[in-house]
């Protein structure tokens, strides 16, 4: 059995193991097929390096999940209702594990990851519980016309951000691998991602709820930015997808740094607001998600946290902390009643 | 004034006074069991020893020990065992 952690962002669906293996894929499905002469020969590598969707065949119907805008029209879901599944979701998970795992039928315990507002929200154990009906049970399709399945056996649904408090301080199978002072200290994550801005604080393995919080000020203030810059020097608006890309391009033009600056200093006051005068308390501050790639953004939080620290690919570190909390479900489910299974 | 402080047990305790001989191999556990208590729950680890307790709540958790099940206990903060 092998232990996966799960963030589902709305940017990017990112899937990792526990022996450090990522695969990143857009979070944008569309129905459709790619033409065959475009896809004749394609092999995994040579799929993501031509940045071609995945094509994951579901019952009768095939949607293209990733990398879609040239193929067709993608369905955008940014609403909170997807976590709980659906063909999309279901199209999405099946193409990030095939990224991950290849062809063949796979075993798991998963770990996954949820905004912290939504965990935080009226309906949040309405909607852990519809996560892991959608999770817990087997996965099968066709990725690329190759046969794909996954059985997840086990799944905890977690704050995204503790994913990368895990990726700091957890080894591949799950056990802390730093020293205990390091443990018992107060470090806060936070959290960039394409439409949510997560702070989170831990202190010797206890949520600190004063200093945790979950707002919407993610990426997309500077994509909505970008779109109204463009629309006014240019007459033209990107959608949001399109002006995240852009900007991911083309960042360091200056009406992308301008829309980045904006974004930045929205981000900065919502963490020194949440942070407050703990942030001297803290021995580290973890920055994580795929707003964190932004230079503007992560230069401006370095500012204002001397102590923070960068992981080695912040958009993935979520996920990968998230798959090594999975190996403990499995070590449980060794040792003894695991109490996960559906 | 009233009087202060605890009032008088009607009866005065028993005092009794022993004095161990361990082995440190033989009676390894013991000595190691006494030692690790914490301060001042010596007597009540005898006592409840005494009487059959499990003694284990007596002694300090190991660190490691702390950590892992601090680990699992926030792994639960928001999802609690289905």
């Known amino acids: 059995m092998i232990a996966i952690g799960i963030d589902p962002g709305f940017g990017n669906f990112k899937i990792a193991d526990a022996s450090g293996r990522v695969a990143v894929i ?35 119907l095939t949607y293209l999940a990733g990398e879609v805008e040239r193929y067709a029209r993608p369905a955008d879901r940014l609403d909170m209702d997807r976590f709980g599944g659906g063909p999309e979701m279901e199209a999405l998970l099946l193409a990030a594990a095939f990224r991950l795992l290849g062809e063949g039928e796979f075993e798991a315990a998963a770990a996954v990851g949820l ?29 690329n016309g190759r046969s794909f399945a996954l059985r997840i056996r086990a799944v905890r649904v977690l704050a995204q951000p503790l994913g990368a408090f895990f990726a700091w301080g957890l080894d591949g199978s799950g056990r802390w691998a730093r020293p205990s002072t390091d443990f018992k200290a107060r470090v806060a994550v936070i959290d960039v991602g394409f439409n949510t801005l997560d702070i989170f604080a831990v202190e010797a393995g206890e949520v600190i709820q004063r200093f945790t919080q979950g707002g919407t000020v993610g990426v997309r203030r500077a994509a909505e930015r970008l779109a109204d810059l463009m629309r006014a020097q240019r007459g033209w608006a990107p959608s949001l997808r399109e002006a995240d890309a852009w900007l991911r391009g083309n960042g360091e033009e200056e009406i992308g740094r301008q829309a980045l600056e904006t974004a930045a200093s929205e981000i900065v006051t919502f963490c020194e607001q949440a942070l407050g005068d703990t942030a001297p308390l803290l021995r580290a501050v973890l920055l994580t998600g795929g707003g964190i790639a932004f230079a503007p953004i992560r230069e401006r939080l370095m500012r204002r946290f001397p102590n923070a620290v960068v992981p080695a690919d912040p958009v993935t570190a979520n996920a990968l902390g998230l798959a090594r909390f999975a190996a403990r479900l499995i070590r449980e489910r060794k040792d003894g009643p695991a109490g996960t299974e559906a | 004034m009233g009087r202060r402080g605890r009032r008088p047990k009607p009866q005065r305790p028993v005092r009794v006074v022993v004095t161990l001989s361990l082995d440190p191999v033989r009676d390894g556990d013991l000595v190691e069991m006494l030692t690790r208590a914490p301060s001042g729950t010596r007597a009540a680890l005898v006592k409840a020893a005494l009487r059959g307790a499990d003694l284990r709540a007596f002694l300090p958790v190991p660190e490691e020990e702390a950590i892992e099940a601090a680990l699992d206990r926030l792994g639960e903060s928001f999802d609690a065992d289905v």
């Open chain 1, 26 to 60: 857009p979070s944008t499905v569309g129905v459709g097929e790619i033409a065959p002469a475009l896809e004749t020969g394609l092999g995994r590598r040579r799929r993501e390096a031509s940045r071609l969707p995945e094509a994951v065949r579901l019952g009768n």
């Open chain 1, 115 to 143: 905004p912290v507002h939504v965990l935080r929200a009226p309906d949040a154990a309405e909607t852990v519980s519809s996560v892991r009906r959608w999770l817990v049970g087997e996965h099968r399709g066709e990725v």
